[in-house]
């Protein structure tokens, strides 16, 4: 049973535009982030929050930018999207002690 | 600093045949471990945590794991493989409190044969 959701799952982009990933949980976490997720597999911290209006930039860097109005809700934005920004992009939420929990991903490629 | 080293990037099992992936970590203070799934396509599901107490922890699908500090590893098992059981393992590790990042390692791809 999900209680976190991204949308769209996939999402196929011309080079130059814009784009909005979506993740939202009912949990009501505090914390939530934003893994990019190579083909080879390995999982990178991009964003992080550990509230509203609080955000940081995880350990990869990354040209897209996040936001945090609301607990639940945690999206993720490409000004400029372009074919190296091609990757499957993960939202987790965690409270406290647990552990992360995902949703099923957004599958992003740029042409 | 924290870390996580999964040694095998793929592991090839027989159906019915034991399991046992591999997952060593780094860490300054008592770890918080985790076993994740990710089937293909997928975003990654919690298999089992460790917080404290029994070092034997069970989990869903059949899988356990077991913490050994002196080895400071917690490898993954299952006695039986089934062909659903394909997919990618993340081991990761964090601390205690909240703000604090888990770090995954890169992951172990499980094939299982005929």
């Known amino acids: 049973e999900a209680d976190i959701y991204q949308t769209p799952r996939y999402l196929v982009i011309g080079t130059g535009k814009k784009i909005t990933l979506e993740c939202s949980q009912t949990?009501?976490?505090?914390?939530m982030y934003w893994y990019q997720q190579d083909p080879g597999m390995e999982l990178h911290l991009i964003h992080y929050?550990?509230?509203?209006?609080?955000?940081e930039k995880g350990d990869l860097s990354s040209e897209s930018t996040v936001s945090r109005i609301r607990t639940e809700h945690f999206p993720l934005t490409l000004e400029s999207a372009r074919p190296s920004h091609t990757s499957q992009y993960l939202c987790?939420?965690?409270?406290?002690?647990?552990?992360?929990?995902f949703g099923s991903g957004t599958r992003l490629t740029v042409v | 600093a924290q870390s996580v080293t999964q040694p095998d990037i793929h592991i090839t099992v027989s159906e019915g045949a034991s399991l046992e992936l591999r997952c060593n970590y780094s860490y300054g203070a008592t770890p918080y471990l985790f076993w994740y799934v990710q089937s293909p396509g997928q975003g990654l599901q919690l298999l089992l945590k460790y917080f404290s107490g029994d070092t034997l922890v069970q989990g869903i699908k059949g899988f356990e794991a077991e913490f050994k500090r002196s080895q400071s590893s917690f490898n993954l098992r299952k006695p039986s493989v089934h062909w659903s059981d394909a997919a990618e393992y993340f081991c990761?590790?964090?601390?205690?409190?909240?703000?604090?990042?888990?770090?995954f390692g890169t992951g172990t791809r499980l094939l299982v044969s005929p």
């Open positions: 987790a939420s965690r409270w406290d002690r647990d552990g992360y929990t």
């Open positions: 990761a590790v964090g601390g205690a409190a909240g703000f604090q990042k888990l770090v």
């Open positions: 949990m009501g976490h505090d914390k």
């Open positions: 929050s550990y509230g509203v209006n609080s955000t």
